[in-house]
């Protein structure tokens, strides 16, 4: 018995998130403080180089769970 597709394509998917996309806005937000001399915690930078890690492997979704 076939089932339709109910997400037929991952950038329509509401479950999965664009690796590329959170690197984008991690990155603009780290830029953004340290350009005004505001403290980042080490925590976030290292979840950008988890992002980056991950877009290396060749990783372009990741799950919202």
């Known amino acids: 018995m076939y089932r339709p597709i109910t997400y ?3 950038d329509v998917d509401p479950r999965l ?3 590329a996309t959170l690197t984008k806005q991690l990155r603009r937000q780290i830029d953004h403080a340290d350009w005004h001399g505001k403290p980042v915690t080490q925590d976030k ?3 950008l180089t988890n ?3 991950l877009t290396n ?3 372009l979704w990741i799950p919202k769970f």
Do not use: A, Q
């Open 8 to 10: 037929p394509t991952n």
């Open 17 to 19: 998130t664009s690796v």
């Open 57 to 59: 492997r060749g990783t």
């Open 45 to 47: 930078r290292t979840d």
């Open 51 to 53: 992002l980056v890690t």
